[in-house]
């Protein structure tokens, strides 16, 4: 069974601020891949990025940086300079061999003025 | 990119009715759609996975007489909330994809009166 972990329910944060998520998973493949996606109010789900298991390099777009550590089994999520229009819902996400997507909690993120 | 159009984005229905929600992929071909079912500030939890040409795969939990899921082309697959209560008003939003990644429809909206 596979399982995505994610401790913060709630954050908030002032704009500018830099805000990290987390997100710890779980699963007995060897081969999965990790994702991230964002809910705005509106209840879309909008792609972030994907990570497959043998790929360890952090990445950097824009105000949005991953960091994967498989030997903690975690992909964290960080926001440079919070703006308003990061308020949201994000979600982190495991798809193992069986092409089945976990999704995690979810973290309500909002970024005040 | 991938495209996946669901409609109705919104349905309120009278208790007993049936809703049809369709999830169509408009520029790919999809053999496996999934559907979710998501409640208020709440994570997404998958109902079922809706191949093309067989039967759906339903997840623990989910009754599949009440759920009904139809994936009769490449790029087409319907639920069907049958006998709709109260209960059943909730977000529902279907995805398609797989290694490369998901499309996720914008979701529906349902609220059973």
């Known amino acids: 069974a596979q399982k995505v972990t994610q401790a913060q329910t709630e954050i908030s944060v002032v704009e500018k601020e830099d805000v990290t998520l987390d997100c710890v998973y779980e699963t007995r493949d060897t081969t999965y891949y990790l994702f991230w996606y964002k809910q705005p109010p509106s209840g879309e789900l909008v792609f972030l990025i994907r990570?497959?298991?043998?790929?360890?390099q952090n990445e950097i777009s824009g105000r949005y940086s991953w960091n994967f550590q498989k030997s903690t089994s975690s992909f964290n999520f960080t926001i440079t300079a919070s703006q308003v229009v990061d308020s949201a819902v994000y979600f982190c996400a495991l798809r193992n061999a069986g092409n089945m997507l976990t999704f995690g909690g979810g973290t309500r993120l909002m970024v005040k003025p | 990119g991938a495209v996946v159009s669901q409609h109705p984005s919104r349905v309120i229905c009278k208790s007993g009715t049936s809703v049809k929600i369709e999830c169509r992929s408009l520029?790919?071909?999809?053999?496996?759609m999934f559907w979710y079912r998501q409640f208020p500030k709440k994570s997404l939890m998958l109902m079922a996975t809706?191949?093309?040409?067989?039967?759906?795969?339903?997840e623990q939990g989910v009754e599949k007489d009440k759920f009904l899921i139809n994936h009769a082309s490449l790029t087409l697959s319907t639920l069907t909330v049958t006998s709709a209560h109260p209960e059943d008003s909730s977000f529902y939003i279907c995805?398609?994809?797989?290694?490369?990644?998901?499309?996720f429809g914008s979701g529906t909206r349902l609220t059973v009166v």
């Open positions: 520029d790919f071909q999809a053999t496996t």
């Open positions: 809706s191949n093309e040409g067989s039967k759906a795969t339903y």
């Open positions: 995805s398609a994809g797989g290694v490369g990644g998901y499309t």
């Open positions: 990570r497959n298991s043998f790929d360890e």
